[in-house]
């Protein structure tokens, strides 16, 4: 089922919603976007009597609206990330802490699933049957080089002075 709103608040509750496809656009027309606006109407086809996917008639201020409710963030933050879906199961009044957040960029869905026209395809099989595998492809995977830097304590000493290596490199890296 697709809508196209002028707001966040005209969306319907409706009791047999299970998961909300929200498009986030970055403002400017062509590439991905273009190509996620012509495949809207089929999207929303495919993805069943149980799911909604929606955007907005202004899809600056949506998108606003969309990224304040549900990530707590201004859309301007995001902007390197957009256009994008965000995936939850929660109707914008009746979120909860613990209700899914799931942010896709259409620029990861190359990298993801070997194409935007695969990502809708996986996308419309999420929707329909929560194939696990869909949710897997977003998970972040450690590298081995990641797990033996989080067990590896370095704090070398000079003259009773020491410095923790880690915590310099995680704090210059911004973490």
């Known amino acids: 089922m697709g809508y196209a709103l002028s707001s966040l608040g005209n969306l ?8 909300y496809i929200f498009v986030i656009g970055g403002g400017w027309k062509g590439g991905l976007q273009d190509t996620l606006e012509q495949n809207f109407m089929e999207l929303a086809r495919r993805i069943g009597p149980n799911v909604v996917i929606a955007k907005g008639f202004d899809a600056e201020m ?11 963030k ?20 009746r979120l909860t802490e613990s209700s899914l957040r799931l942010l896709v960029p259409l620029g990861d869905t ?3 699933f070997g194409g935007i026209e695969i990502f809708f395809g996986a996308l419309t099989d999420f929707s329909l049957n929560r194939d696990s595998s869909f949710l897997s492809k977003f998970e972040e995977k450690s590298s081995l080089g990641s797990k033996a830097w989080s067990v590896l304590e370095l704090k070398p000493n000079f003259f009773g002075f ?3 290596l880690k915590e310099l490199v995680a704090r210059l890296q911004g973490k």
């Open 74 to 93: 201004n859309v301007k933050t995001l902007i390197d990330v957009l256009p994008a879906l965000l995936l939850t199961d929660a109707h914008p009044d």
């Open 110 to 112: 190359e990298n993801r």
């Open 162 to 164: 020491g410095i923790n």
């Open 62 to 72: 949506w998108s606003q609206q969309v990224c304040e409710k549900y990530l707590g």
């Open 12 to 19: 319907p509750i409706q009791e047999n919603i299970s998961l």
